[in-house]
């Protein structure tokens, strides 16, 4: 079996799994991908998804589920998905092999 295209840390996966609880309706799952944006280029996007698109790969590990738009499979082949939390701010972390160069405010990077 291929290696999945993302993988995720236990801290993500306990984040995920707050975020759905609290969400507004019932969340199948969550999607990621990355969008056309920022002084680099792209920047990663987390949203709640109800349904599977045609094409996504899905990813089940530690008791979530992540699916990847397909658009950006060939961005994060290889990308751990984590979540961190300081005094100043907390959010997903992505750490992507793929990556060439990022942005000095870390929102965007570039391939």
Known sequence: MAAP??????AA????????????????ALRVGVKTRGC????????????KKRFEDVVEDKGVTIFVDPTAVMFLIGTEMDYKED?????????????????????????
């Not at 295209?5 to 236990?10: E, R, W, Y």
């Not at 996966?13 to 199948?28: E, Y």
């Not at 997903?92 to 990022?102: D, L, S, T, Y």
């Open 13 to 28: 996966a306990a984040r995920v799994k707050a975020l759905m609880a609290k969400a507004d309706k019932p969340v199948r």
């Open 40 to 51: 680099s280029g792209l920047s990663y996007f987390v949203e709640y998804a109800d349904e």
């Open 5 to 10: 295209v993302i993988t995720i840390t236990d």
């Open 87 to 111: 005094k100043l701010q907390s959010g997903f972390v992505f750490k992507n092999p793929n990556e060439k160069a990022r942005c000095g405010c870390g929102e965007s990077f570039s391939v």
